[in-house]
């Protein structure tokens, strides 16, 4: 099987290495960019033909939920997974509205991240289990109010 080819865009330096060596570290993933902004991520794209993208929310310029609406309506095919310090209700439901096929926190670890990754690819929606947390504890709501439950 061919590795999944994954474009790493995040404004943090530090964060970036630390990723593209997780990454590295594993046979059946290879990276094949970083960006730093929402603008190079769009761009990049079309040149790298990423399978992957793991897009930060706060970035300079062009945020990941919209850099995320963007290259998904030019490549449908591309799965993005947001990675983010943010646990921000708001946000989460910006990035599932943009498209993002998952949402873990930059604090998980490499079993988890791998894990979300090879979901994602073989067709499910993931969050970190804190994520999780929040969007079914704010769907209860949402039926508790409507009386569903």
Aim: no cysteine; charged share 20%.
């Amino acid at each position: 099987m061919d590795p999944i080819r994954i474009l790493i865009a995040d404004d943090h330096p530090l964060f970036r290495n630390g990723m593209h060596g997780l990454l590295d570290s594993v046979a059946e993933t290879t990276v094949v960019g970083e960006t730093t902004t929402g603008e190079e991520a769009i761009a990049q794209v079309e040149t790298l033909r990423p399978h992957m993208i793991l897009m930060d929310i706060k970035m300079p310029g062009i945020n990941g939920i919209e850099a995320t609406r963007a290259i998904l309506a030019a490549h449908p095919g591309i799965k993005i997974l947001m990675v983010t310090m943010l646990e921000d209700d708001e946000l989460v439901f910006a990035a599932m509205r943009a498209g993002a096929h998952g949402y873990v926190l930059k604090g998980a670890n490499q079993a988890e991240i791998m894990r979300a990754i090879h979901a994602i690819i073989n067709g499910e929606a993931i969050f970190g289990l804190g994520i999780a947390r929040r969007v079914l504890r704010f769907f209860w709501l949402i039926a508790i109010v409507r009386g569903i439950v």
